[in-house]
């Protein structure tokens, strides 16, 4: 909205001619989601408390997480907020990619607060079933995957496929394109919503992930700079880098109230939002195959999940002591606050991986 009210004024005010410039709105971004999650943060916990919305924890956890018993969930409500408010007022609104991605991450949300309301209501650890859960999810995907094959059809996307390392390689997949999108999508939010299972952890390596897409999505939407690195250029695509800046500020400042002990969970109307966000900023910028790098403990989560039910279903054994692995590594003696902090560094690794495939080309 500003951006609309500000950059206009360029003809007579010279210095407004900044807002045309994505690096500033982006910066100016961060710091707006920052600002409302530090501000709203503090409010929005304590009605969470007066509404007695805490977090259920499973019986069959670790013993040390039963004292999270209450804490405040649903905080993910800030993130959503503290997110949409800023791309609102910074990013071009007559950019479809914009909306796409605010759109997934507000139904994403909706799925998640479904789940988490069901679990307070019942005062247990399950809410939506697994084929609820998976039914909304892949409704949603298919909606995003609609709408990008709508803008292909229109010139202003492509269906073809890209694949690091591999240049020469771009498959047109065509209408095939929608449900490798759904696949994206779909994994990144339930990637995401597996992580968040210690204090700090999810909400801190998204926030690495999405600095990372901040820099992809800028990449990707700059022909000059596509161009020199090899990458698919996607005209409106660098606008989608203010909400992955908005993603950062928002992801910072609930950290604040996050970081052990936790004053508040995220719960699944977070996790989802995020992981629903993040996959349709992956598959918009072209760049699906580098969120297996840039999300690559998310990945790790997932998978530690996948082979320890394969396992035990197939051989009648666990491969971890629990699934996921961060807790396996809690119940190997690690303190908690020491996995968060070195599955950040891992996922810094990660990041840092995905961004050197730009040269790799």
Same mark, same amino acid.
Not at 65 to 81: A, F, R, V, Y
Not at 237 to 253: D, F, N, Q, R, W
């Given at each position: 909205?500003?951006?609309?009210?500000?950059?206009?004024?360029?003809?007579?005010?010279?210095?407004?001619?900044?807002?045309?410039? $994505?690096? =500033?709105?982006?910066?100016?971004a961060?710091?707006?989601?920052?600002?409302?999650?530090?501000?709203?943060?503090?409010?929005?916990?304590?009605?969470?408390?007066?509404?007695?919305?805490?977090?259920?924890?499973?019986?069959?956890?670790?013993?040390s997480?039963? $004292?999270?018993? *209450?804490?405040? %969930?649903?905080?993910? &409500?800030?993130?959503?907020i503290?997110?949409?408010?800023?791309?609102?007022?910074?990013?071009?609104?007559?950019?479809? =990619?914009?909306?796409?991605?605010?759109?997934?991450?507000? &139904?994403y949300?909706?799925?998640? =607060?479904?789940?988490?309301?069901?679990?307070?209501?019942?005062?247990?650890?399950?809410?939506?079933?697994?084929?609820?859960?998976?039914?909304?999810?892949?409704?949603?995907?298919?909606?995003?995957?609609?709408?990008?094959?709508?803008?292909?059809? +229109?010139?202003?996307?492509? %269906? +073809?496929?890209?694949?690091?390392? =591999? /240049?020469k390689w771009?498959?047109?997949?065509?209408?095939?394109?929608?449900?490798?999108?759904?696949?994206?999508?779909?994994?990144?939010?339930?990637?995401?919503?597996?992580?968040?299972?210690?204090?700090?952890?999810?909400?801190g390596?998204?926030?690495i992930?999405?600095?990372?897409?901040?820099?992809?999505?800028?990449?990707?939407g700059? @022909?000059?700079?596509? *161009?020199?690195?090899?990458?698919p250029?996607? /005209?409106g695509? *660098?606008?989608?880098?203010? $909400?992955? *800046?908005?993603?950062?500020?928002? #992801?910072?400042?609930?950290?604040?109230?996050?970081?052990?002990?936790? +004053?508040?969970?995220?719960?699944?109307?977070?996790?989802?939002?995020?992981?629903?966000?993040?996959? %349709?900023? @992956?598959?918009?910028?072209? +760049?699906?195959?580098?969120?297996?790098?840039?999300?690559?403990?998310?990945?790790?989560?997932?998978? #530690?999940?996948?082979?320890?039910?394969?396992?035990?279903?197939?051989?009648?054994?666990?491969?971890?002591?629990?699934?996921?692995?961060?807790?396996?590594?809690? &119940?190997s003696?690690?303190?908690?606050?020491?996995?968060? $902090?070195?599955?950040?560094i891992?996922?810094?690794?990660?990041?840092?991986?995905?961004?050197?495939?730009?040269?790799?080309?």
């Amino acid at each position: 909205m500003l951006y609309h009210l500000l950059y206009p004024l360029h003809a007579s005010l010279k210095v407004m001619n900044v807002f045309r410039y $994505i690096t =500033f709105r982006t910066a100016l971004a961060v710091l707006t989601a920052l600002l409302i999650s530090l501000a709203l943060g503090p409010r929005l916990i304590r009605k969470l408390r007066e509404f007695q919305i805490g977090q259920q924890i499973r019986p069959e956890g670790p013993l040390s997480h039963q $004292i999270k018993e *209450g804490t405040p %969930t649903m905080g993910g &409500l800030l993130i959503i907020i503290a997110v949409a408010l800023p791309s609102l007022l910074w990013a071009d609104l007559t950019n479809p =990619f914009v909306w796409m991605v605010l759109v997934s991450m507000l &139904l994403y949300g909706v799925i998640g =607060f479904t789940d988490d309301y069901l679990k307070i209501t019942r005062k247990r650890s399950l809410g939506l079933t697994v084929r609820q859960k998976m039914l909304g999810q892949w409704t949603v995907a298919l909606l995003i995957g609609l709408a990008l094959l709508w803008l292909a059809d +229109q010139g202003r996307y492509t %269906t +073809q496929f890209s694949f690091p390392f =591999f /240049k020469k390689w771009t498959p047109d997949l065509g209408i095939f394109y929608v449900p490798w999108a759904m696949l994206v999508i779909v994994g990144a939010a339930n990637a995401v919503n597996l992580t968040d299972g210690l204090d700090g952890l999810a909400i801190g390596t998204s926030m690495i992930a999405s600095a990372t897409y901040a820099i992809l999505a800028y990449i990707a939407g700059h @022909a000059r700079v596509a *161009g020199y690195l090899d990458v698919p250029n996607v /005209k409106g695509a *660098g606008e989608l880098a203010i $909400i992955c *800046g908005a993603l950062v500020g928002a #992801s910072l400042g609930f950290l604040w109230f996050n970081c052990n002990p936790a +004053q508040v969970f995220m719960g699944d109307v977070g996790s989802m939002a995020l992981g629903g966000a993040l996959g %349709t900023v @992956a598959v918009a910028t072209k +760049q699906e195959i580098l969120l297996l790098f840039v999300g690559g403990l998310f990945v790790v989560e997932a998978a #530690s999940v996948i082979l320890q039910v394969a396992s035990f279903r197939m051989r009648g054994r666990r491969i971890f002591r629990m699934a996921p692995i961060h807790h396996h590594f809690e &119940l190997s003696g690690w303190p908690e606050q020491k996995v968060v $902090i070195r599955f950040w560094i891992v996922a810094i690794i990660f990041s840092l991986m995905a961004l050197s495939t730009l040269k790799l080309r």
